[in-house]
């Protein structure tokens, strides 16, 4: 369906916008190896993605935005994912960084989609930049490496640690600014997620009016319960729950998309050491199948159960109990290890076949491998923070808020 892209148009509706996602899969598919080699997702995929809805699912409703549940944005990722995961994977972080924008004052709202709604964002959490204040704004510089999706995006807000009149870091803050007002440029070439983040971004000196920071203040007012209950359910979610989730949703799309391919190359693979056998024939190959598909199936149950909870209980501005904020954070990590875990089972079980250069299932076991080692899927030191939280041993609550 055509969205309009003017403030005031016409906000689609999520199953029509599933389906528009669903329908570009063979268009993504088949421009994965490009997209790899490129090391950008074409400005023509872009567009498609911005005329399915995609980005207006995270949008506040005032800029005709769906204000859709976060597990529904996760499933069009899995789609999209599942045909190209670099493509998925900028598609969720640009998502996520919608949702963030909404926390933000409505005057830098209005900045960034007054105009157009179809505006998009890119982020940077991590707290590589210094804000110093000046008056009544804030001076920027930093430098943030792995940027994804910049390239698409007209603004991007930064992580920074806010300085005091002494010059030393006094708080964690996200800064928003218009990409013209910092330079971009290509950063080291991984072996996975070629088109996915690879741009490293600065800043030098930037002017940041007030009212595009969020930090303590904001912080502090938007969980207080007065606020809460009158939050919209989408922006009574927990940030690390979002953000976290959204760098693991596009591994398990990849080993949704990596399985299917799986399926038609093994049927036509032959065994290793039988001349005129098929490898789908071997009672091991058989097995990794239906335990690959296991994995994948529980990483996606996870996320829905979750997911779900989280929202039933947000819906009514109820408080989320530690205890689901703590398993929300184990599972997400979880599914990061059971994607790493299906996509090896299916190379192990497929061999040399897999691993073909012109198989779309090596770039699959490249993109989830590289998927997983962000520093959100972190395997041990979350499990031991998760299971400090569960012993009643002191943790680190910001890890789950």
């Known amino acids: 369906m055509a969205i309009e892209s003017q403030s005031g148009g016409i906000a689609p509706v999520v199953t029509d916008v599933l389906d528009n996602v669903r329908a570009l899969q ?10 790899e080699n490129g090391r950008r997702i074409a400005d023509a995929a872009m567009d498609s993605l911005i005329g399915s809805g995609l980005f207006r ?58 105009n157009d709604p179809d505006t998009l964002v890119a982020s940077a959490y991590q707290p590589a930049g210094r804000l ?13 490496r792995y940027v994804s999706g910049s390239e698409h995006c007209a603004w991007l807000f930064m992580g920074a640690l806010v300085l005091d009149a002494a010059g030393n870091p006094a708080e964690h803050a996200l800064a928003l600014v ?7 440029s290509f950063g080291p070439d991984c072996v996975g997620l070629r088109a ?3 741009t490293d971004v600065t800043a030098n000196d930037v002017v940041v009016p007030a009212h595009r920071l969020y930090g303590a203040k904001q912080r502090a007012l938007r969980e207080s319960r007065k606020h809460q209950r009158a939050l919209r359910p989408l922006y009574r979610y927990p940030v690390s729950a979002l953000y976290t989730t959204s760098l693991t949703v596009p591994l398990i ?28 024939d071997k009672e091991s190959v058989q097995g990794a199948i239906a335990l690959a598909a296991y994995e994948i199936d529980s990483a996606v149950l996870q996320v829905e159960r979750d997911f779900t909870e989280i929202h039933a209980l947000l819906a009514v501005a ?19 290890r059971l994607a790493v875990n299906a996509i090896d089972r299916l190379v192990q079980a497929g061999g040399r076949t897999c691993l073909s250069l012109d198989s779309p299932i090596q ?26 939280a569960s012993l009643g041993l002191s943790s680190d609550e910001t890890m789950f808020v």
């Not at 995270?58 to 899995?78: C, D, H, K, V, W």
């Not at 110093?132 to 943030?144: A, F, I, M, T, V």
């Not at 408080?319 to 599914?335: F, K």
């Open 26 to 35: 063979p268009e993504l598919s088949a421009a994965a190896a490009d997209t």
């Open 318 to 336: 109820k408080d989320l109990p530690p205890a689901l904020q703590a398993r929300t954070r184990r599972d997400q990590v979880l599914g990061t």
């Open 196 to 198: 996915a983040a690879n």
């Open 363 to 388: 770039r699959f076991w490249r993109d989830i491998h590289t998927g997983a080692s962000h520093r959100v899927n972190e395997f041990e030191d979350t499990l031991a923070m998760v299971g400090r």
């Open 57 to 114: 699912m995270m949008l506040p409703s005032r800029f005709a935005g769906l204000e859709s549940t976060p597990l529904e944005l996760f499933t069009a990722i899995r789609a999209i994912s599942s045909a190209c995961a670099s493509t998925g994977w900028v598609a969720s972080t640009l998502g996520v960084s919608a949702w963030q924008v909404g926390l933000f004052d409505e005057q830098a709202q209005d900045e960034v989609w007054g």
């Open 253 to 280: 799309g990849a080993a949704e998309g990596a399985y299917a391919c799986a399926l038609d190359l093994l049927a036509g693979a032959p065994t290793k050491r039988q001349a005129g056998a098929r490898a789908l």
């Open 132 to 144: 110093r204040p000046e008056g009544d704004h804030y001076r920027l510089s930093g430098s943030w």
């Open 178 to 184: 218009r990409s013209s007002d910092v330079s971009m």
